[in-house]
């Protein structure tokens, strides 16, 4: 069974800096497909960062330039660096593996069709 366990949420001041972790356990290749996923309690799921097995990558616009996704495969552990925080990054960030790419996913914002998610860890940015 997948399971992906976040880390490395916090309270941050804007301007500043956090770093997201995934440790993914449960399947054996590394065919599965990563991503991050936010959520602001009332509103829709977004797309924030992707990782196919190939290594291609996506970004949600508002986040170009300051969110940077990455792997260390032999670890499964799935990053998310983030820099210049802004109070709309604040959210829910969730952890998501599925076998379909995760960035045509995320481009085309199907996210009800990902497969395996963690329980997320929480990101505020105040002002």
């Known amino acids: 069974q997948v399971q992906l366990v976040e880390s490395g949420g916090g309270s941050v001041q804007a301007g500043g800096s956090l770093r997201l972790s995934c440790a993914a356990s449960?399947?054996?290749?590394?065919?599965?497909?990563l991503g991050w996923i936010r959520q602001v309690p009332g509103k829709e799921r977004e797309g924030v960062a992707a990782?196919?097995?190939?290594?291609?990558?996506y970004y949600e616009d508002s986040v170009k330039g300051r969110f940077t996704i990455s792997q260390d495969n032999a670890k499964k552990i799935l990053y998310l660096q983030m820099i210049n925080l802004k109070p709309e990054d604040t959210a829910m960030y969730y952890c998501?593996?599925?076998?379909?790419?995760?960035?045509?996913?995320?481009?085309?914002?199907?996210?009800?069709?990902?497969?395996?998610w963690g329980q997320g860890t929480q990101v505020t940015v105040s002002s």
């Open positions: 449960g399947y054996t290749d590394s065919s599965y497909n």
């Open positions: 998501a593996a599925d076998p379909m790419s995760m960035t045509a996913i995320q481009a085309l914002g199907v996210l009800g069709a990902i497969r395996h």
């Open positions: 990782i196919d097995s190939d290594g291609k990558t």
